[in-house]
């Protein structure tokens, strides 16, 4: 009995020895830091969102759903779920969630509210333009037949296919005698148009070979309500009044206006307006001005930095050595953060980031190289003439690239796309902002330039190129948008005031205005990457964390608005409905 008792005891000892290690190491490791009580919800939302889309979108012969513009039917799925969706916020405990878990409340209470006025935004502009889509209504019951697989009459369905055909050539006949539309709403019809195309192909495809009475009555229907639709396509890309500035440049782009600007603005919790950035610009050019005024000095041009620019600029590697130049680059930056302990760069990511040769139509609006999984490089290939390959070399000097070199890999954009797979990927997709994207990036520019990564007065010059480069990034992106500024006038600024070469301004400034980005993209750049260093000024230079501790804190936080960064870092407490109100930057 007493070796029976000894035996437990010892068990009961070792259990909760065990268990006490279990917990020791819990904590040292915070095994839980990659998740709050609000993940379930996000990635819940975000899985429901994918669910109503894929069964209320069209659905290709094969395979799964295809991304389409949103029917009428799937808009209203989508508005009644993002509803369900804020009552579950509403009834959730705020008060019980540290702030990182406050954090995720607020972004994905702000997604959602934002998501409902797209929504309702798109349903507006669908009623106000449905009379130019008087068609739509025989596709989309023919695609609402076919989403459970209903039995069809042929008859029925060529018949209703063929009144659709008509309504189509009656939309042509109106819209024939109208002089232009909006380029917006071009834009909306054109996609609605190519929605109900995919919806029209798709509901078909299920039926035709399958359904006998279908195959024999349906075909030719189809095909001529396939051909009007693209006619009708066509013929709306020719009414619309998409404005390409006849200054010189030849580059596309409409203006969206300062309310709209700053409107965007608060949406990514930045709380200052678009003048209030206009004047950060120029405050930090001036600083770039007066840092290469002193390296122009140290190279014996005196106050001529436009000559000391020009000699760095003609400082780039022969044909062919350019990839060699990038692994070097890369090798000092990575040697220098290492030296400096500023991070330690997981070995895998290191490893396995990629390296591919930029094709000659993206350097049209890719004049430098770009980064991500892999760098890829902009540089002359054989078909451009003369001059271009000069600016192309020209403008990716190795002074030039030492800036950006890192920016696009480690610990930059790469590592980004390595540490957000990684850590905390639920807000990847549910809370991405080009101040993070962007701000991450430059402000590794920022901080290495502070640390004197750049050791010579031509590698300042070259740094400082880029800085001044984020500089007018701002400038012009929010002159264009007031409309005080053409495209040509942007590229002038481009050339004249940072020293870009025309072709490489040019490319620059057509990808800002006919690309895909958005209006606050390019200016997010500078913008983000002088918030966290504000963030770093709070927390490192104040030595509550060091440099190592911070960057691996942030990196794994991955997307958010800086504000909402900052205030997991200082441990703030946060309201349901918190509105941005952080004021980062001191004006002089």
């Known amino acids: 009995m007493k070796r029976l008792y000894l035996y437990v005891r010892k068990t009961t000892i070792c259990f909760f020895l065990t268990l006490l290690y279990g917990v020791i190491m819990a904590q040292k490791y915070d095994l839980y830091h990659h998740t709050t009580p609000i993940e379930p919800l996000i990635v819940q939302y975000g899985h429901d969102v994918q669910a109503v889309n894929y069964f209320y979108g069209p659905m290709p012969k094969g395979w799964g759903s295809q991304p389409a513009a949103a029917s009428p039917e799937q808009l209203q799925r989508l508005l009644d779920l993002d509803r369900d969706y804020l009552d579950k916020l509403k009834a959730f405990p705020f008060g019980a969630l540290n702030t990182n878990g406050q954090v ?15 929504l309702t935004q798109r349903q507006s502009d669908y009623n106000r333009l449905a009379a130019y889509l008087p068609f739509a209504e025989e596709i989309f019951a023919f695609e609402k037949l076919r989403r ?74 189809y ?18 009044d998409w404005k390409v500035f006849d200054d010189g440049s030849q580059i596309g782009g409409t203006p969206i206006g300062r309310n709209e600007l700053n409107r965007l603005l608060k949406e990514e919790m930045i709380a200052y307006s678009a003048d209030d950035l206009l004047r950060l610009a120029d405050q930090e050019f001036a600083w770039c001005e007066a840092e290469l005024l002193k390296a122009s ?18 400082a780039y590697v022969p044909v062919g050595q350019q990839p060699e130049l990038i692994l070097r680059l890369y090798n000092e930056a990575q040697e220098f953060i290492r030296e400096n302990e500023l991070m330690d760069i997981p070995p895998l990511a290191d490893e396995t980031w990629g390296m591919i040769m930029m094709t000659p139509e993206r350097q049209l609006v890719n004049p430098f190289f770009t980064g991500g999984r892999e760098i890829s490089i902009s540089y002359p290939t054989i078909g451009m003439t003369q001059e271009q390959k000069l600016m ?132 997010a750049y500078l913008v983000g990457g002088l918030q966290l260093m504000r963030i770093k000024h709070e927390v490192v230079d104040a030595g509550k964390m060091s440099y190592k501790e911070f960057h691996d804190k942030v990196i794994k936080e991955n997307y958010m608005p800086m504000e909402m960064l900052r205030a997991i870092l200082t441990d703030q407490q946060l309201s349901p409905d918190h509105e941005a109100s952080w004021k980062f930057y001191t004006f002089k």
Not at 223 to 240: A, F, H, I, P, V
Not at 433 to 445: C, I, N, Q, R
């Open 392 to 523: 192309s070399m020209r403008g990716n000097n190795p002074y030039f690239s030492r800036g950006t070199v890192q920016h696009e890999l480690n610990p930059g954009h790469h590592l980004q796309y390595f540490m957000n797979r990684r850590h905390k990927p639920y807000r990847e997709r549910a809370f991405n902002t080009p101040f993070w994207t962007e701000g991450w990036t430059l402000y590794w520019e920022l901080l290495l330039y502070s640390k004197g990564f750049a050791k010579t007065p031509e590698e300042r010059i070259g740094m400082l190129f880029w800085r001044m480069h984020r500089c007018a990034r701002i400038t012009f992106s929010i002159k264009f948008h007031l409309g005080e500024w053409t495209p040509q006038q942007c590229i002038d600024y481009l050339v004249d005031r940072v020293g870009f070469e025309p072709a490489n301004a040019h490319g620059e400034v057509k990808r800002s205005f006919e690309g895909s980005y958005g209006p606050l993209y390019q200016l």
């Open 223 to 240: 095909k001529r309500l396939t051909e009007q639709l693209n006619g009708y396509m066509e013929l709306l890309s020719k009414k619309s």
């Open 297 to 314: 000095q140290e190279m014996g041009f005196g106050n001529d930095w436009k000559a000391a620019q020009e000699k760095v600029k003609n």
């Open 148 to 221: 459970r697989g209903a039995n069809v009459q042929g008859q029925a369905i060529a018949g209703m296919l063929e009144e659709a055909s008509r309504k189509v050539d009656v939309a042509k006949e109106k819209l024939a005698t109208m002089s232009s539309l909006p380029y917006q709403d071009v834009n909306f019809l054109k996609d609605m148009i190519q929605s109900l195309s995919l919806r029209l192909t798709s509901s078909y495809d299920f039926y035709n070979e399958y359904e006998p009475s279908f195959t024999w009555w349906v075909p030719a229907a």
């Open 104 to 118: 995720d409340f607020v972004l994905l209470n702000r997604r959602i509210k934002r998501d409902i006025t797209e």
